[in-house]
């Protein structure tokens, strides 16, 4: 089994939300963004700026972008589409930085698959391309040479598209339940996806950019534990050739009760659970959510392959202690986590958004991150969907986040108690003798540091990684002087 981080998310860290940038980009009425997974709305260039899309209204999708240092170039995002489209995601070509944008149609009784491009990155001047018929909630990827990839739905299946093939990737049933990457440094190219009937979670991968394919993996049947169950699939992003996914799990039945797991296929163990929360039955959950809902995931790829990867993930959760009055419904707010050795073991839960009246839903890390997790959400005025029928329908601010990395490395913890575990957490220099006999220590950077001199280092929180039968658990511990 993989190091597991058994820490309640009632212990876990607030962020300072000072160093939180926020900037109002948009706003919309659509308070149900996509019906599945969290998709790439927004993408970092490092060389150019940032790029996001939402939907707003009826049908029309909505374009901002942000060159590096300066602000936004559209105080009105530009409108892509003259007539209804669903949207999709967003990806760019690395290449030239032009944003491609997915998108489907209803067109004289057949639906269409589209790809809106950009005639410069960040100009807001769209042409679009029909890519395949008779296809819908179409997500889109561009590999190394900006060359756009496609996965749709068609007759209940999951299906690989390009603007010459196809591939009939598994069975997923009629709604969107899927996710893509593209490697921008190799040519492999990765799907996720969650069958509707069973909820089995599933991956399959192409080394070549759609040549050929290694087999379709079940990765509800590698899980360890019974939280095997995936209601929208995940996120996935890549290295360079390792794949890195994040999907939130539960049994199947309980949504308020869920596990929040990295999967990274090339690794030993190829599972490690990020955290795991449980949402009491006193209070009620949004329709067609769970708990803890809709990771995504990035990562510092200036450490290439390396067991020193930084990964992050956030995702929209919801408080029991803060409902709104006119829905009873929790609202919610964005969480995050790092790891800082590849996904073997996570950082505490942080707290990015501070509760207030509105239920900040549907966030999207982009997967570029250097020194900052740029992060779009929108800022609902009223819990629930009124597109599900819970309350009626808002203005709601479209909201990007600037937040810094080291917001996971430099959280106060003199005011946050560990409870009791199985062995004792609350060291001091008189108590070191009682820790397990085969450990390794860890610091709150990830550090491997000397277990054996534990009596000399400095107070504070350390992360002890023992063994157990399944496997290795990993459990905070406080040396208090």
């Given amino acids: 089994m993989a190091a597991r981080l058994l820490i309640p998310l009632a212990l876990a860290l607030t962020a300072g939300y000072s160093s939180v940038i926020t900037d109002t980009v948009g706003w919309t009425t659509r308070d149900r963004q996509f019906p599945g997974p969290a998709l790439r709305y927004i993408y970092y260039d490092t060389l150019r700026g940032v790029h996001i899309i939402y939907k707003d209204g009826y049908g029309a999708i909505r374009y901002n972008f942000k060159p590096r240092g300066e602000n936004w170039c559209f105080r009105q995002p530009v409108l892509l589409n003259p007539y209804p489209r669903n949207l999709g995601s967003l990806d760019i070509n690395i290449t030239n930085g032009r944003p491609l944008i997915s998108a489907d149609r209803l067109e004289q009784g057949r639906r269409v698959v589209s790809c809106f491009s950009d005639s410069n990155a960040g100009a807001g001047r769209f042409y679009e391309t029909e890519i395949a018929t008779n296809a819908r909630f179409s997500l889109v990827a561009a590999a190394r040479f900006g060359y756009p990839k496609f996965a749709a ?23 969107p339940r899927h996710n893509i990457a593209a490697s921008k440094i190799s040519s492999r190219l990765g799907f996720v996806w969650a069958e509707h009937t069973s909820r089995k979670l599933f991956f ?18 590698s899980v360890p534990g019974p939280f095997n169950r995936s209601l929208f699939a995940g996120s996935l992003v890549y290295d360079s050739i390792q794949p890195h996914l994040v999907c939130d799990l539960y049994d199947g039945t309980d949504r308020g009760h869920v596990q929040l797991w990295h999967y990274c296929p090339y690794q030993r163990p190829a599972w490690s659970l990020i955290c795991e929360y449980r949402f009491p039955d006193t209070a009620r959950l949004g329709l067609h959510t769970l708990a803890l809902d809709r990771p995504s995931i990035g990562i510092d790829r200036r450490r290439l392959n390396s067991d ?33 050795d590849n996904g073997r073991t996570w950082t505490l839960p942080v707290r990015l958004t501070q509760p207030d009246e509105t239920s900040k839903r549907f966030p999207s890390l982009a997967e570029v991150v250097d020194d900052t997790l740029h992060i779009l959400c929108f800022a609902d005025r009223q819990a629930g969907s009124w597109e599900l029928g819970e309350g009626s329908a808002t203005r709601n601010a479209v909201i990007h986040l600037r937040v810094p990395a080291e917001i996971f490395t430099s959280q106060p913890v003199e005011n946050h108690s560990i409870p009791a575990l199985r062995i004792p957490t609350i060291l001091n220099a008189r108590t070191v003798n009682l820790l397990p006999a085969d450990f390794h220590l860890y610091d709150r950077t990830g550090r491997k540091v000397p277990a054996r001199n534990l009596r000399l280092l400095p107070a504070g929180v350390y992360f002890m990684q023992v063994p157990a039968p399944s496997g290795q658990i990993v459990q905070p511990i406080v040396k208090s002087e």
């Fill in 204 to 221: 399959r991968e192409t080394p070549d950019n759609g040549g050929t394919w290694y087999p379709v993996h079940s990765l509800s049947d």
């Fill in 308 to 340: 020193l990867n930084r990964l992050y993930v956030v995702w929209e959760q919801f408080d029991p202690d803060n409902i709104d009055t006119v829905t009873g419904i929790a609202r919610t707010d964005i969480w995050g986590c790092a790891s800082f």
């Fill in 153 to 175: 739905i068609r007759n209940d299946s999951l299906y690989y598209l390009s603007p010459w093939s196809f591939r009939n990737l598994g069975p997923i049933g009629p709604f």
